[in-house]
């Protein structure tokens, strides 16, 4: 006879999405779906009734916090499940990881799990909005009588300005005695400013100018007499590939094509002598006197 389980339901979109799932124990389920700009981490839980013992209470939050470290930093972290816990509706002392909209009176198991929450730095999100109190509660007892707050869906804390509504749907037809708990995350991510990219390519034309080729090839002498006599072919050919790129990178400047339309043609074009001017030796009062001028030249 099956006593415990938990698992996921996904939407089509959602296992398209899925990374893999990892079912932890009878009580505890990972799964890690794509996302950006980060990946989701959704661990779904079932926690011990309260007429467990108290060993099998920690039993249960080893596993959780197990799992827990197992996930990559910068993965977004949701966590939901019926925890058997009432947290209440007072959060003197715990703003940080319930809201002032919870549910009913709070018990031991409800301290234990806003332990848990200040530690993993957690919130509640069923505690953030006020709604009625038939959107409130998750469980029933069959005389009707007694209606809890168990089933609870955790976020961390820097994501709580991101959920917009969590609340439970009483008149879902779930052939249970728990409700549907919905809850409706935004994620807000602050834009990337990418770095405006410039095409570039060698000027080879340069080596036609003697002190470049100078240049070029006393440094490509350099790395040559550098290279390991027991070397084999293969391993020759790539250092000879690699020492002429280098070389290449190093003395000729490169033709550029900015997107920034502010940057003139003659600004590259000073750029490009500049380069060259750091890599000679002994330049003339007169070269460097035209070089200013050229430089106060361009609008």
């Known amino acids: 006879m099956h006593v415990n389980g938990v698992g996921f339901l996904l939407s089509e979109n959602a296992k398209n999405a899925l990374i893999g799932y990892n079912p932890v124990s009878?009580?505890?389920?990972?799964?890690?779906?794509?996302?950006?700009?980060f990946k989701i981490t959704a661990?779904?839980?079932?926690?011990?009734?309260?007429?467990?013992?108290?060993?099998?209470?920690?039993?249960?939050?080893?596993?959780?916090?197990?799992?827990?470290a197992k996930v990559p930093k910068k993965n977004l972290i949701l966590m939901s499940g019926?925890?058997?816990?009432?947290?209440?509706?007072?959060?003197?002392?715990?703003n940080s990881v319930m809201g002032r909209y919870g549910?009913?009176?709070?018990?031991?198991?409800?301290?234990?799990?806003?332990?848990?929450?200040?530690?993993?730095?957690?919130?509640?999100?069923?505690?953030?909005f006020q709604h009625k109190a038939d959107r409130k509660w998750t469980w029933e007892s069959p005389d009707g009588v007694h209606k809890n707050m168990i089933d609870l869906i955790l976020v961390q804390q820097r994501w709580k300005s991101s959920v917009i509504n969590c609340r439970t749907f009483q008149s879902a037809d779930i052939g249970s005695d728990h409700s549907l708990v919905l809850c409706d995350i935004k994620l807000h991510f602050k834009k990337i400013y990418h770095k405006i990219n410039q095409s570039c390519q060698l000027n080879i034309n340069q080596l036609n100018n003697i002190t470049t080729k100078g240049l070029y090839i006393d440094l490509l002498r350099e790395k040559i007499e550098k290279f390991q006599p027991d070397s084999s072919i293969e391993e020759h050919s790539k250092e000879i590939l690699n020492a002429i790129r280098e070389t290449g990178e190093t003395v000729m400047?490169?033709?550029?094509?900015?997107?920034?339309?502010?940057?003139?043609?003659?600004?590259?074009?000073?750029?490009?002598?500049?380069?060259l001017t750091k890599l000679t030796k002994n330049i003339s009062i007169e070269n460097r006197k035209k070089y200013r001028e050229a430089c106060n030249s361009v609008k």
């Open 26 to 37: 009878s009580r505890v389920i990972t799964a890690r779906f794509k996302a950006a700009p």
């Open 43 to 68: 661990i779904h839980v079932y926690a011990p009734t309260s007429a467990s013992s108290d060993e099998e209470i920690e039993a249960f939050y080893n596993c959780v916090e197990n799992a827990l």
């Open 82 to 94: 019926d925890w058997n816990a009432k947290v209440g509706n007072d959060n003197t002392g715990w």
């Open 103 to 128: 549910f009913g009176d709070r018990n031991e198991r409800g301290e234990r799990l806003l332990e848990f929450a200040t530690t993993h730095r957690l919130f509640i999100c069923n505690t953030r």
């Open 253 to 275: 400047p490169t033709i550029q094509s900015s997107r920034k339309p502010w940057i003139s043609s003659e600004t590259l074009q000073l750029v490009e002598e500049k380069h």
